[in-house]
């Protein structure tokens, strides 16, 4: 039976994570007040002491902005500690899945960026993950490396569906970024996903071992993001007084850390994985709605 160990339980892909690894074998979960992820005697100890044979790490430092002011701790966590995982993976021959971004890309393709690409970040952020990314091959043999982008939840913390459903509910009019490109990711959809590939590896398969990107299908920009959920939002109930959205460029929103501004990715590898493609974002945003409306 596999030992799973689930670092960042309680984030919003551990959370779904938990329910969709526990198949597999027996997921024991570290939240980041269980495990400080900035001391890497402390990842070591837990690993011992948990003897898995699969490492799932969820976790990672996320404030983009922050970041810029934060390095050190930003490298810890992204960097770091994933290498750490690494390290003690490859000890006990264990398998390693790792989460990264597409913030590890510029942003200056105008098709969607390929695991074959190279990577060339613009911010504290994207450095520290690709980093990462970069421990992560060095020092595990047994590792998948997931790419994802703009991933929300209906557990969890704040993520772009819930800022913009409370917004909404507050104010008549916002203004939203519509010059940077992507694809928004439900968590849900990633740790199916995840589960899949780890269930579909086996010692003569090794096809699912390496560097996949994986988000729901389908392009958007966070303004097509906003008035998408603010539609699908209408209907399920949501307390709304929002009345107007208005389109404006990354220049008219300055923040610390540069964003890339076109970061969608190829999900030809994935899909000849998995069988298919992953669903299209505007259906998995509908889904998570109803899912969140259900819980609260």
């Not at 938990?18 to 198949?23: E, I, N, S």
């Not at 701790?73 to 390693?96: C, D, F, H, W, Y």
């Not at 911010?123 to 020092?139: A, F, I, P, Q, T």
């Not at 740790?191 to 994986?214: P, R, W």
């Amino acid at each position: 039976m596999n030992k799973i160990l689930l670092i960042g339980i309680t984030g919003q892909l551990g959370q779904e994570l938990q329910h969709t690894l526990a198949p597999l074998g027996k997921v024991i979960g570290l939240s980041r007040q269980g495990l400080d992820l900035s001391q890497p005697n402390k990842i070591r100890q837990a690993i011992a002491a948990i003897k898995p044979n699969i490492i799932v790490n969820a976790a990672a430092y996320t404030a983009v902005d922050r970041a810029e002011t934060e390095p050190e701790l930003a490298k810890a966590i992204n960097s770091v500690a994933p290498t750490v995982m690494a390290e003690e993976a490859q000890k006990r021959g264990a398998t390693l899945v790792h989460i990264s971004t597409d913030y590890v890309f510029d942003g200056r393709n105008y098709t969607p960026y390929t695991e074959a690409d190279s990577p060339n970040p613009i911010g504290v952020y994207g450095k520290s993950k690709l980093m990462g990314e970069e421990g992560v091959r060095k020092n595990c043999a047994r590792h998948l490396i997931l790419r994802t982008a703009w991933v929300y939840g209906s557990r969890g913390h704040g993520n772009f569906v819930k800022t913009m459903v409370r917004l909404g509910g507050e104010r008549e009019e916002l203004r939203v970024v519509a010059d940077q490109i992507g694809t928004p990711t439900w968590s849900y959809d990633l740790a199916k996903a995840i589960a899949q590939l780890l269930s579909s590896y086996t010692e003569e398969v090794e096809i699912s071992m390496g560097t996949y990107h994986f988000t729901n299908s389908g392009v958007a920009s966070w303004y097509d993001f906003a008035i998408a959920i603010f539609a699908e939002a209408q209907p399920l109930g949501f307390p709304l007084k929002i009345k107007r959205v208005a389109p404006i460029t990354t220049a008219e929103y300055p923040t610390p850390a540069r964003r890339p501004a076109y970061s969608v990715l190829s999900k030809v590898k994935i899909a000849k994985v998995l069988g298919d493609y992953p669903p299209y974002w505007r259906d998995s945003l509908k889904q998570m709605l109803v899912q969140w409306r259900s819980l609260n």
